[in-house]
């Protein structure tokens, strides 16, 4: 089994930035890639960006790329999501996922694990 713990969520006025952390636990020499993904009221939980364990693969959703930097540090088992330029339709919780599984990583389904969640509110 893998854990993810998020950190890093708050309340930001529009144009300001937060990094997220997630940290992994347990069988992560398993793990292949970890996303984010965010979930605003109402709506669906949607792809933010994901990498592969290697850092060689790296996507971003249309509405956040040039705007958000995923990395990871492997020696910590931590991925971190570095938003700059927030704006209020980036309100939402997000989620960090982890999965053992090649391809797809755009997708909800690709990924096994998941963290709680952590709470992003920016102000116009």
């Known amino acids: 089994q893998v854990q993810l713990v998020e950190s890093g969520g708050g309340l930001v006025q529009a144009g300001g930035s937060l990094r997220l952390s997630c940290l992994a636990s347990g069988r992560t020499f398993s793990i292949v890639a970890m996303g984010w993904f965010r979930q605003a009221p109402g709506k669906e939980r949607e792809f933010v960006a994901t990498i592969s364990v290697s850092g060689s693969s790296i996507y971003y959703s249309d509405s956040v790329k040039g705007r958000f930097t995923i990395s990871r540090d492997n020696a910590k088992d931590t991925v971190y999501l570095q938003m700059n330029s927030l704006k209020p339709e980036d309100t939402a919780v997000y989620f960090c996922?982890?999965?053992?599984?090649?391809?797809?990583?755009?997708?909800?389904?690709?990924?096994?694990?998941w963290g709680q969640g952590t709470q992003v509110t920016v102000s116009s």
């Open positions: 996922a982890a999965t053992r599984k090649y391809g797809l990583w755009y997708s909800r389904g690709a990924y096994e694990y």
